[in-house]
């Protein structure tokens, strides 16, 4: 009331009021999610717990980390009914990064109950409902596209976000390990999907243009691999004809179910082995 509001007033100020008002807004929004789910009742009344509001859908959080990706993406593909299993490609050997390679293993660790790959960054979060990650049975789906990214926009993009059968990432015989470090490896992979006869579809009908994802990714970490030494400046831009998944070489140190904000997912710790003599940029400094 007026005159309840005008007493806090003599003794508090505006930020004080500001702040309690968000403490109680928290305290009452708390008492509701107890309340509903039953967990809160009082004591003495029976009858079943009242049923809580619809969850509003949740925005992306800030955390460009696996605590925002997997409940994100779990509530995002079960929201569009899509049956899927995370998994966490973790590489915790002494090398530099190599995206590709841990592609493939994610790939032959997949199981046999899987009938196609999503090679999802985990910094890039779709906001737009609308974008398919449904069955690509027509070719490999590039639904991070570059009309889309945030960042990438040549028209051979095919990083980000890339659907593929499991028989049509066999055709391509997967990626080139001999990418070790940030970046390339999608241009190679490219050229693998041509190479293999297939051809690279992409969303229609998306007017969310460059806000249809969130990119969390920040250019200033692991510095060691945005970088080229001499002779990977020359490999770069070949392409493997030979290496892929017939010669990734690893071993899983661990397999670990977890439940991330109630989102189930399997981390696996990768230990990925390389060839010196064959790409001694693998190692740096």
Known sequence: SPQIL???AGKFSIFQLFFAALLLGFASLLWLQLSC??????????GPPRPCPPEPPAPPADDPSLLAFVPYMHRFLSKKRIRHHILVLNQVDHFRFNRASLINVGFLESGNDTDYIAMHDVDLLPLNEQLDYGFPEAGPFHVASPELHPLYHYKTYVGGILLLTKQHYEMCNG????????????????????GAGLQVRRPSGITTGYETFQHLHDPAWRKRDQKRIAAQKQEQFKVDREGGLNNVRYRIESRTALSVAGAPCTVLNILLD????????????
């Open 6 to 8: 005008g007493l806090l």
């Open 37 to 46: 789910s039953g967990e809160a009742a009082p004591p003495g009344r029976g």
């Open 175 to 194: 990626m080139s390990n001999r990418f070790w470090g940030w970046g390339r490896e999608d241009d190679e992979f490219y050229r693998r999907i041509k």
């Open 274 to 285: 390389c060839d010196a003599s064959e790409t001694p940029w693998c190692t740096f400094g």
